[in-house]
């Protein structure tokens, strides 16, 4: 069991408090960038679409909903009209992300509890089963099949089960590098650290990409 902070040297203390406080930082980075790119899109959707803009309407909410309704549209037919290739990478980078917040969620509400819900710890003998086993198998099972199939749609859909692997593995990355459970110590952070920079690093190779082959309609022959 885990020490809780009070009861750790003065040194530990603060190496822990340092890890949790880059950790923050880390993760307040990745949601605010999150949080101005959905909200610039918003706003553009919202001055180019037909809902008409605050200082044109007396009910502001209702405009605002109508923008909202216009800005999922978009993003349902952008997730149509792209290439496969982009597709698959946003169902990687997108569930990734989905299984890298669920399993740390699920994992904390877990703490200190046999269940939640239909989730419980699992246990085989007196061996606790870490959820980087599930992981590694899926993404291991996806990558396997994708390269076993010749329909890049379904590719494109084998990223999900590849991406949700990659989350629930990397959650548990410390532990894998450290070969002990350390989840809730102050070296057990360095899963969260591994996981938002790794969210960085798919966001801007998503960007990049997307600037090449803007890029690429430009300046190569067709």
Known sequence: MALRLVDLPPGRRARRRRAERQTQVLAGVALLTTVAAAAAEYGRVWRRGEAPLPQETDDVLLAAGEA???????????????????????????????????????????????????????????????????????????????????????????ALGFGAGMGMTLDESALLLELEDVYWTERGLLSVQIGLIFTAFMGALAVTLRLLRRGEEVVLPR
């Open 68 to 158: 909202a309704a216009d800005t999922v549209a978009v993003a349902r037919a952008g997730y149509q009209e792209v290439s496969l290739h982009e597709r698959a990478l946003f169902n990687l980078f997108s569930s990734f992300l989905l299984a890298f917040v669920a399993s740390r969620a699920l994992a904390y509400a877990l703490r200190g509890r046999r269940t939640v819900g239909p989730f419980r710890n699992l246990m085989v003998g007196d061996r606790h089963i870490h959820h980087f086993v599930p992981g590694i198998s899926l993404a291991f099972a996806s990558g396997s099949a994708s390269l076993l199939v010749r329909d890049e749609r379904v590719r494109s859909r084998l």
